[in-house]
């Protein structure tokens, strides 16, 4: 599969879902000492990220967005193993109270 670059709250709140669904690990990725109220978050640590199993699905962020994805290039190559996507907006636009909820309407 093809991941993309950015990934929107919104969809990084769905992947997850869906990805864990499937078995695989989704973790949002704190590079600026500053974690999301209300969020799972593990601060950046090369030597820790790389202990997680092969095909984990990273999310980082930074204040805004533009310096992750900047990066983006140098988190893929340094965790070839994973997958590397950038938060866009950053911390900036999360917004503490989306959650998703549940489509059972059957």
């Given at each position: 599969m093809n991941y993309p670059n950015e990934w929107t709250q919104k969809e990084f709140?769905?992947?997850k879902k869906r990805f864990e669904k499937e078995g695989k690990k989704?973790?949002?990725v704190d590079t600026v000492l500053?974690?999301?109220e209300k969020a799972d978050?593990?601060?950046y640590n090369p030597y820790e990220l790389k202990e997680y199993p092969e095909g984990t699905i990273f999310v980082f962020y930074c204040n805004t967005g533009r310096t992750s994805?900047?990066?983006l290039q140098e988190y893929k190559e340094n965790f070839g193993k994973h997958h590397c996507i950038s938060l866009k907006?950053?911390?900036g636009s999360?917004?503490?109270?989306m959650q998703l909820l549940d489509d059972?309407?059957?």
């Open positions: 709140l769905e992947n989704v973790v949002l500053s974690p999301i978050t593990v601060t994805l900047k990066r907006g950053g911390r999360w917004r503490k109270s059972d309407t059957k």
